[in-house]
């Protein structure tokens, strides 16, 4: 089970698309790029594809051989907690791929581009109800407790419970299974964010693991949604967690101290407050 | 409560536990001035942040508000000589008074301050954007930082001269806790701060600042204080070292 900093993360964004630009048809070739995007061991955390066709017009063939059997892996979910988004501006294969969510019910998100999944629509055949779910969702920041669903929509414990489900039972959601006493987390694929992570060398934390920045970002996050308690806890579990990079960090940091270097201070001070306030503020989420 | 008024970056630094802050609208638009200007560079320059500081330093608000009243935030009229004014409002949840408009009074021209306040309110203008929460945020990192290194000192002395006791001083905005336990030849520190808000790195600068020479191996998780539970609803967390 993740832990309760991991399980906090919003889902893994992978973008991929063709090599070629233009007209696709090859459904040979296709199926070899789809065989390489989705390891056969799957993933084991909540993780968002995006098949990138923008400036690529392919047929009808292989639209089928791309998209299909990915999205039915994903209903099924044979390769673990996998959502996928198909990115394009062209009008007939968006009509295509609705097509295909809807005649064969499969959960697939469209997209004009991968820098706009947090407007991606879902393709597939939602209930109005089921759309207002994830409407909702989406409103949260891509994720929520049963709780706070609960809470935002006023509804009972027991029916937030069935909202939420059934949108995940028909793969537009994933979930992350958390002790009772924390709650199971739901996640909306369209707040997913770059697995790659792409650190800014002119930033001031690029040279901090990409774990400890993934759990700093959580941690804030966490600051605006998370109960107390539950805070606190994560407080308990980053220190603990990631005690060998606090050592080796104290250390500079008493450096700093002993000689005085308020420039180096007010660096530190700085460090992550931008991306605490966009946190705070819901901004962070693509 | 922090140590003593006094100016840091963008902001003023209340006692109370409040700070004063400038919109970048109303620096840019209402005082012509730059977004980067300190309070002390901006209070030099302008009347009505000289008022400002003298007025809300020791209040968070106003006798008097922007008529029509109504809506959940109230703004609260600052006044300056016969015809400098200003509208501020008090941001609970930041712990900022903002000064969100200013502009000359000059009744029935059409220049006057008060058209100009309502009008902003009307379009939602007259509020911080999240640009001034951005920038909100890098002060307080920085503002934390630099009176960490001699206000974390201080505490740690007076908790020492009363040992037992619970010595709460706020550093930057940050309410910071100690208990010092002695037993015999050893001193046991306890410091318990609010996971709500801090920034793990800022943390950790409390905890050197506390003792320079000492590692972080040190410092032990601890579940409550000595002498109360953690406040568990603010996320309060607690660690502890012994120094001998």
């Known amino acids: ?286 | 409560m922090p140590a003593k008024d006094q100016p840091h970056l963008r902001s003023f630094v209340c006692s109370l536990g409040h700070e004063l802050r400038v919109t970048g609208r109303c620096l840019s638009e209402d005082l012509g001035d730059s977004s980067g200007a300190s309070f002390d560079e901006l209070a030099n320059r302008h009347r009505i942040i000289r008022a400002f500081r003298r007025e809300r330093s020791s209040a968070t608000a106003g006798v008097d508000t922007l008529s029509p009243a109504g809506g959940e935030r109230t703004l609260t009229l600052l006044r300056h000589s016969n015809d400098w004014r200003g509208v501020t409002w008090f941001d609970q949840d930041a712990r900022v008074v903002w000064l969100c408009a200013c502009g000359r009074h000059r009744s029935g021209q059409p220049d006057d301050a008060f058209p100009h306040f309502r009008a902003l309110r009307l379009s939602s203008e007259i509020w911080p954007r999240d640009d001034d929460y951005e920038a909100l945020e890098a002060d307080r990192g920085e503002q934390f930082a630099a009176f960490v290194v001699t206000e974390a000192p201080q505490l740690l002395a007076r908790a020492r001269a009363a040992p037992d006791t619970e010595i709460v001083l706020v550093i930057g905005s940050e309410p910071v806790a100690i208990v010092v336990r002695v037993i015999e030849t050893l001193e046991e520190t306890f410091v318990a701060v609010s996971g709500l808000r801090l920034v793990p790195q800022l943390f950790q600068l409390l905890l050197v600042a506390l003792y320079p020479d000492r590692r972080f191996e040190d410092w032990r998780l601890e579940q409550r204080l000595p002498a109360r539970e953690l406040n568990r609803p603010l996320a309060e967390f607690c660690l502890s070292i012994v120094h001998g």
């Not at chain 1, 759309?131 to 029916?159: K, M, Q, Y």
């Not at chain 1, 700085?270 to 306030?277: N, T």
């Open chain 1, 1 to 286: 089970m993740a832990t309760f900093l991991e399980s906090h993360r919003l889902p893994r964004l992978f973008v991929r698309g063709p090599d070629t630009t233009g007209p696709l048809d090859d459904v040979v070739q296709i199926r070899r790029f789809r065989e390489d995007l989705v390891k056969p061991s799957g993933v084991t955390e909540p993780t968002v594809l995006v098949i990138n066709l923008e400036g690529r017009f392919p047929s009808a063939s292989v639209l089928v051989e791309l998209i299909m059997p990915l999205a039915q892996a994903a209903r099924a979910g044979t390769h673990g907690p996998l959502a996928v988004v198909v990115c394009t501006q062209e009008d007939a294969v968006r009509t295509v791929v609705r097509a295909l969510a809807q005649t064969h019910d499969l959960p697939i998100f469209l997209a004009d581009s991968p820098a706009e999944l947090g407007e991606a629509e879902a393709a597939g055949t939602l209930t109005p109800t089921e759309r207002e779910t994830l409407e909702v969702l989406h409103r949260l920041g891509g994720r929520a407790t049963i709780s706070a669903f609960a809470d935002t929509t006023g509804l009972e414990s027991n029916a937030a419970t069935n909202r939420l489900v059934n949108v995940l039972n028909k793969g537009f959601v994933q979930r992350v299974e958390r002790p009772r006493r924390q709650g199971h987390l739901y996640l909306d694929p369209r707040a997913a964010r770059p697995a790659e992570d792409p650190a800014d060398p002119t930033s001031g934390d690029y040279a901090v693991p990409e774990r400890v920045r993934s759990d700093v970002g959580a941690l804030a996050e966490m600051q605006v949604r998370e109960p107390g308690p539950l805070l606190a806890n994560a407080w308990h579990e980053f220190l603990t967690e990631h005690g060998d990079y606090l050592a080796a960090e104290h250390e500079k940091l008493a450096e700093l101290v002993k000689h005085q270097d308020s420039q180096g201070l007010a660096e530190v001070g700085r460090r992550y407050a931008k991306k605490q306030a966009r946190a705070r503020r819901g901004k962070d989420h693509q």
